[in-house]
């Protein structure tokens, strides 16, 4: 059996980091953004997904196998490309130049948020214990007293815009990369396909945060413990 060259895992691995920012991350990203303007809808929609969600069974396991290890071995890609590449847009400020750059940068800045976003919601879920029915009320809560502040409504605009952009001009470089789109006309027109998704994202993320911060309604469980449906 023949042994892969440096050159030759260093290009399998760049293309797993490729694939896995549109899957599962990007189907992630899409997904969440889309669940959780149901907040836009009402707070008991809201809660009654994040029910669904909390009550699934191996839950923890999909969550790390299927979304935590794929975002950071996307992360640790993202900080190798970025380190290996060189920043010249000052000295060549082409369009895609620049794409290339905050396609970088915005991958630093969204790690940072998730780190701070896992950092203020999924381990105090996991440390306070609030699993199931208790979930939804402990981290509506969280998130109606983070949008209640301006520091907090700027580390999530930041947050969303960054993913959103890093996402749709994701896709871009995923189709390049892959070759499925050849010819500067088609990839002209995915471009600007694509920043319509990213848009239409940003949309979805900022009015869920509108939501939070005009009616931060609380809820209880729908069930306590020791209860059952």
């Known amino acids: 059996m023949k042994t892969l060259s440096k050159s030759e895992i260093q290009f399998l691995l760049l293309k797993l980091h490729s694939l896995t ?11 969440h953004l889309g669940f959780n303007s149901l907040r836009t809808v009402g707070v008991q ?8 969600i909390n009550n699934m069974p191996y839950l923890l ?14 992360s640790f890609m ?7 590449g060189k920043f010249n847009v000052f000295r060549y400020a082409y ?20 780190v701070y976003h896992i950092g203020t919601t999924l381990f105090p879920k996991m440390i306070e214990g609030k699993h199931l029915f208790e979930a939804s009320p402990f981290l509506i809560g969280i998130m109606n007293e983070q949008m209640s502040t301006w520091s907090g409504r700027l580390i999530y605009l930041v947050g969303i815009l960054s ?8 896709l871009w470089g995923f189709c390049i990369s892959w070759g499925l789109l ?11 396909a694509f920043m319509f998704v990213g848009l239409v994202l940003a949309l979805w993320g900022v009015a869920t945060m509108a939501a939070f911060a005009l009616d931060p309604v609380s809820v209880e469980p729908v069930f306590s413990k020791g209860m059952s449906l």
């Open 61 to 74: 396991w999909i969550e790390v196998l299927c979304i935590h290890i794929p975002i950071l071995f996307h």
């Open 95 to 114: 369009p895609r130049n620049w794409m290339y750059t905050l396609q970088r940068v915005t991958g630093g800045v969204v790690f940072l948020f998730l």
């Open 182 to 192: 050849i010819g500067k006309d088609a990839q002209r027109n995915a471009g600007i």
């Open 78 to 84: 993202g900080f190798y490309v970025a380190y290996q």
């Open 163 to 170: 993913a959103t952009f890093h996402f749709a001009n994701g």
């Open 45 to 52: 929609q809201y809660q009654f997904g994040i029910d669904l």
């Open 21 to 31: 920012g549109i899957i599962p991350i990007g189907l992630f990203l899409v997904f």
